[in-house]
Nanobody
């Protein structure tokens, strides 16, 4: 079955960097686009970055454009989100997502906290 497992979250100071990862299994990873979402307390879940199956196309929300980079390693079945110049408003649970056929799948999420 499809599984997505995020890792790499933690506490970081404003202006710092962090990379979160999502290991995928149970489907042909390179055939499917992947996305990162986040959900802050009291807010709706929002998509912040997506990448095509081969990695040649990416898209970002305005709130993270120029600071975050999504990438993937199809040999490792893993998608990454490199986050630079982090701000307190980036504090959220970060989820990876994919849609296989008609079904959407989520990981369990990883907490990112940006604070002094």
């Amino acid at each position: 079955q499809v599984q997505l497992v995020e890792s790499g979250g933690g506490l970081v100071q404003p202006g710092g960097s962090l990379r979160v990862s999502c290991a995928a299994s149970g489907f042909t990873f390179s055939n499917y686009a992947m996305a990162w979402y986040r959900q802050a307390p009291g807010k709706e879940r929002e998509m912040i970055a997506s990448i095509s199956g081969a990695g040649g196309w990416t898209n970002y929300a305005d709130s993270v454009k120029g600071r975050f980079t999504i990438s993937r390693d199809n040999a490792k079945n893993t998608v990454y989100l490199q986050m630079n110049s982090l701000k307190p408003e980036d504090t959220a649970v970060y989820y990876c997502n994919t849609r296989v056929l008609i079904y959407g799948y989520w990981g369990q999420g990883t907490q990112v906290t940006v604070s002094t």
